[in-house]
Nanobody, 122 residues
Framework: QVQLVESGGGLVQAGESLRLSCAASIRTFYAMGWFRQAPGKEREFVAAITWSGRSTYPIDSVKGRFTISRDNAKNTVYLQMNSLKPEDTAVYYC?????????????????WGQGTQVTVSS
């Protein structure tokens, strides 16, 4: 069983940056994804990265601002978030998937972290 622990969330002002980290308890060859859920909204897929480093960002609003990366030696995936906006406020979750396809679908993921709160003030 894989345990995922997110960190790096917090309260920032619009335009500032945060880097989220997600550490896995064991080495996996899984793809990793980041999702977010704002109050009153459904969970939203933000970005994913395969074991080999192929990344995808389905949301136009984060393209060019968010970067997903991973350090396989550290069993850690990162989400660098720049130029944060109030609409980025949400709980951010990382998850792991044994697949390299369908990564936009939350049902493709089998392990989830507990989430980390990101709050962006205007």
């Amino acid at each position: 069983q894989v345990q995922l622990v997110e960190s790096g969330g917090g309260l920032v002002q619009a335009g500032e940056s945060l880097r989220l980290s997600c550490a896995a308890s064991i080495r996996t060859f899984y793809a990793m994804g980041w999702f977010r859920q704002a109050p009153g909204k459904e969970r939203e897929f933000v970005a994913a990265i395969t074991w080999s480093g192929r990344s995808t960002y389905p949301i136009d609003s984060v393209k060019g601002r968010f970067t997903i990366s991973r350090d396989n030696a550290k069993n850690t995936v990162y989400l660098q978030m720049n130029s944060l906006k109030p609409e980025d406020t949400a709980v951010y979750y990382c998850a792991s998937s044994p697949k390299n396809y369908g990564l936009g679908d939350s049902s493709s993921y089998d392990y989830w972290g507990q989430g980390t709160q990101v709050t962006v003030s205007s």
